[in-house]
């Protein structure tokens, strides 16, 4: 059964930093462009990065840009999302999902930024 | 960037009706649109993939369609468990995009 998981949320103050973690299990994950996406509350969503299955190819929103570091490990089945440079504005639910058609999604971890 | 215009925001329908939510992009996209629903404390299921095909394991009550820029996610014979939030996703090109979403209350 296909599944990814997401961990590392919590509270932050602006400026701050989080790393966030997707633990995959299921598929041959080291075959899959991985992405995030982030959904504030009572909002939409919003695409936020992806990789590919290598990691030689890297994309993110302009919202992130120079302040996000998305990455992975594939000997662990793993992605990560370093988040510097928190600002409230990134305030939301982060989910990690897989592939270029994001056909399967985690159910996200929480991330708050305040003061 | 494309834009994608999801409409309607929210809709309230009665168990057994049809409902139409349509996804507007902002340019060709080829087919390159997926539908997804959504529920409070569940992970996002996928529904239909490629504009109009059905993901296995969903039911066919659930279809989708293109005609051009547009795009329609059709919910058939509706049923309570169809309650939730519905988005569409442009996975042609960089930066992918979202849909606003479109709540779904069933009376």
């Known amino acids: 059964e296909v599944q990814v998981a997401e961990s590392g949320g919590g509270l932050v103050k602006p400026g701050g930093s989080l790393r966030l973690s997707c633990a995959a299990s299921g598929f041959t994950f080291r075959t899959f462009t991985m992405n995030w996406v982030r959904q504030a509350p009572g909002k939409g969503l919003e695409w936020v990065s992806s990789?590919?299955?290598?990691?030689?190819?890297?994309y993110y929103a302009d919202s992130v840009k120079g302040r996000f570091t998305i990455s992975r490990d594939n000997s662990e089945n793993s992605l990560f999302l370093q988040m510097n440079s928190l600002r409230v504005e990134d305030t939301g639910v982060y989910y990690c999902?897989?592939?270029?058609?994001?056909?399967?999604w985690g159910q996200g971890t929480l991330v708050s930024v305040s003061s | 960037e494309t834009t994608l215009t999801q409409s309607p925001a929210f809709m309230s329908a009665t168990p057994g009706d049809t409902v139409h939510i349509s996804c507007k992009a902002s340019q060709d996209i080829d087919d390159d649109v997926n539908w997804y629903q959504q529920k409070p404390g569940e992970a996002v299921i996928f529904l239909i993939q490629?504009?109009?095909t059905l993901v296995p394991g969903v039911p066919p009550r659930f279809s989708g369609s293109r005609f051009g820029t547009d795009f329609t996610l059709t919910i058939s014979h509706l049923e309570s468990e169809d309650a939730a939030f519905y988005f569409c996703?442009?996975?042609?090109?960089?930066?992918?995009?979202f849909g606003q979403g479109t709540k779904l209350e069933i009376k």
């Open positions: 490629e504009a109009s």
């Open positions: 996703l442009q996975h042609d090109n960089f930066p992918y995009t």
């Open positions: 990789i590919s299955p290598s990691g030689n190819y890297i």
């Open positions: 999902a897989r592939d270029s058609i994001l056909d399967f």
